[in-house]
């Protein structure tokens, strides 16, 4: 056989193209290679079958089939039918591959001429890549387990065929590989394209506490599978300076705000609080920075601006309240730009119940009303370390007399984990208390149904005797009641469950700050449902029964 290999557009003859020929009886399978003209040929004439026989390396190399002597003076192949594959190398690079062909050898001194044979170009792959963190966020505070999330677009996929996506993690300053506890931090995913474009998402987890003020960068690696023993790489992402596929790892953070007196106090008197003459106000640099601690959107002020911190309790004393629309500081009129219940009211200040952000200017030379010193720590608080940090500090910040009694705290220590304890302690004594209440309704209800019910059984036993008697089978007659029982049972039912989930929700958004969770709700509601119906579906099915039992009594 013989032929000539080209790839397609500028029909550029193709050098060192391997082909694998394979005898469809034996199996047996040999190699041979194009010439520099990317001509190649089993004939004796072009490459001896003695020289390098069967070495598959080069053009030279000489082809022969079976267990005798090579023989120049016959064909290389003997009489079979044989498969003939072009093979991946470099000079094929970037083409698709001609599929497998088949070809029958029956005539004696046949030369096959399987003319030209052409590579079409391979459809481009590109990769399109993001990585964030779990929030969609380009910075991840440092800690012990983090996560990268690289989303990954990736065009010109060939559908149907197997591919593996291999990603590792880069020091972005240093241009080198992020190796932890002695192994790289990577990942992989082996998939079947179910279409030209497809969008895949790869993770990293991995231990960042070590790697605060550093830059990552994603790299990645696509693979065709569709040889598993011989994987071809097909596209590549790997720019050290891409910020697409960078995020940063910062540092833990600790803030110092201090909140001073306005001593105007324009807004202290819309808050019922009599003990204090002047408003707490907090300058607007150091409530961002306590934003950018629990990342939230930053605020902006102009010079003619202010902003209010509250609790949602007291959200109705701002919202449209003429009298705090404007305010005078430093004998400049300030706008209420607005107000905020969800950062930090619980914490933000000591002294009434709100505080006024202002842009810095205003706060300078104020006198100082309390300082805060507010930190992000590694892991999840408890009332542990509450308890910890308040034995540490009483050395230093507790005046105790002579019989060792406290009279005086110059400070007051809050922990986010032992404030959710404490709210989840109690919504769970809340929820025991309706719970037991629910529980005497639901079988004050169930009783009065029931009863009812098998009364009217009673009552009107006759009438379900006439449609017997009329032709109505059992299993007809009994699937009626339980439809009656059925809806008899379920409206109240429906109705009570819709306004407790109302009542809950709205709960829910009055207290969410403090709960830690807000979806916590839904648990206890979820919980509470499972016991309402299993408790309700015994009434209901003892009902059903007792029904049964003085309708067929009458029969």
């Known amino acids: 056989i013989e032929g000539v290999k080209i790839g397609a557009g500028t029909h550029k003859r193709l050098a060192d193209v391997p082909f694998r020929i394979t005898s469809k009886t034996t199996g047996e399978n040999h190699v041979v290679v194009t010439d520099d003209n990317g001509q190649f040929s089993t004939s004796a004439e072009w490459a001896s079958h003695k020289h390098n026989t069967n070495a598959g390396k080069t053009s030279e190399d000489g082809v022969w089939f079976g267990t005798s002597e090579p023989d120049d003076s016959k064909g290389a192949l003997p009489y079979d039918t044989y498969i003939i594959e072009e093979m991946r190398c470099d000079s094929n690079k970037g083409f698709e591959l001609i599929p497998p062909f088949e070809i029958v050898v029956s005539r004696n001194n046949l030369v096959i001429d399987l003319g030209t044979l052409t590579d079409e170009y391979e459809k481009e792959i590109s990769i399109h890549t993001t990585a964030t963190s779990k929030d969609g966020e380009k910075t991840i505070l440092a800690g012990k387990e983090v996560t990268i999330v690289d989303t990954v677009k990736l065009d010109g996929l060939t559908k149907g065929s197997k591919y593996q996506l291999k990603g590792w993690q880069m020091l972005k300053e240093e241009n080198a590989e992020l190796v932890i506890d002695g192994k790289r931090v990577e990942n992989d995913y082996t998939f079947v394209a179910d279409d030209e474009e497809m969008k895949i998402e790869i993770t990293y987890t991995f231990n960042a506490s070590e790697l605060g003020g550093k830059n990552l960068v994603t790299f990645e690696e696509l693979y065709d599978l569709s040889n598993s023993d011989e994987p071809v790489k097909v596209a590549e992402h790997k720019d050290i300076k891409d910020d697409g596929q960078t995020v940063l790892i910062t540092e833990r953070i600790i803030k110092i705000h201090t909140t001073a007196k306005e001593p105007n106090h324009q807004v202290q008197n819309f808050f019922q609080s009599e003990y204090y003459d002047f408003d707490p106000v907090l300058k607007l640099s150091d409530y961002n920075r306590l934003l950018e601690l629990r990342k939230m959107p930053l605020l902006s002020l102009n010079d003619n601006e202010y902003y209010i911190v509250t609790n949602s309790k007291f959200a109705y004393e701002v919202e449209d309240n003429k009298d705090i629309e404007t305010i005078t500081v430093a004998n400049k009129n300030l706008k209420l730009k607005g107000y905020d219940t969800k950062s930090y009211w619980n914490s933000i200040t000591n002294t009434g119940r709100f505080v006024v952000v202002l842009p810095d200017k205003y706060v300078q030379g104020l006198e100082v009303s309390e300082n805060h010193l507010i930190i992000d720590t590694k892991e999840e608080t408890d009332a542990e370390l509450e308890n910890k940090i308040k034995e540490d500090m009483q050395h230093q910040l507790v005046k105790v007399d002579k019989n060792g009694e406290i009279n005086d705290e110059s400070y007051r220590v809050n922990v986010r984990g032992a404030e959710i304890e404490q709210q989840k302690a109690m919504v769970a004594i809340v929820a025991s208390l309706f719970m037991y209440i629910a529980f005497i309704l639901i079988s004050a209800v169930g009783t009065i149904l029931a009863v009812q019910s098998l009364s009217d059984s009673t009552k009107y ?77 015994i009434y209901w099915i003892a009902t059903y029964i007792g029904f049964k039992r003085n309708i067929n009594e009458e029969s």
Do not use: E, W
């Open 461 to 537: 036993k006759y009438r379900y005797l006439t449609l017997r008697r009329l032709g109505i089978n059992d299993k007809s007659l009994f699937k009626t009641i339980r439809k009656q029982l059925l809806i008899l049972f379920c409206v109240p039912a429906i109705s009570a469950i819709l306004c407790s989930f109302v009542m809950m929700s709205s709960l829910n958004n009055v207290y969410q700050q403090i709960l830690g969770d807000k979806h916590l709700y839904l648990i206890y509601f979820g919980l509470n449902l499972i016991i309402f119906f299993l408790i309700y579906s």
